[in-house]
């Protein structure tokens, strides 16, 4: 099972990044740059209980469907539903 320790890097009134550092338990780690726009976490994080949170959900859901060194290095949560179109109704169940 991988761990997964999300960061807030900034936060600003229409977007926040996040560094999010994914280990194995072979000790393997990725590093990965995370955008999050507010209107994405009204829409699909409200039932979460802060922006982290929301963050951390989304890797579970990306680490069931790909190894950690395929996940972008850099990306928007809203590019997600790009490559799993799924994304958006299994985050906000």
Do not use: N
């Not at 977007?15 to 393997?28: C, E, L, P």
């Not at 955008?35 to 922006?51: F, K, M, W």
């Amino acid at each position: 099972m991988s761990e997964i320790a999300v960061t807030t890097v900034d936060v600003e009134r229409l977007a926040s990044r996040f560094d999010v550092g994914v280990t194995d338990d072979d000790g393997s780690s990725t590093e990965h740059d995370v955008t999050l726009s507010s209107v994405d976490l009204e829409r699909l994080g409200a039932r979460y209980p802060d922006p982290e949170t929301f963050i951390h959900a989304c890797f579970v859901f990306l680490l069931a469907r790909e190894p950690k060194g395929s996940i972008l290095r850099s990306f928007d949560v809203s590019q997600i539903a790009t490559y799993f179109p799924e994304f958006e109704a299994e985050i906000t169940r």
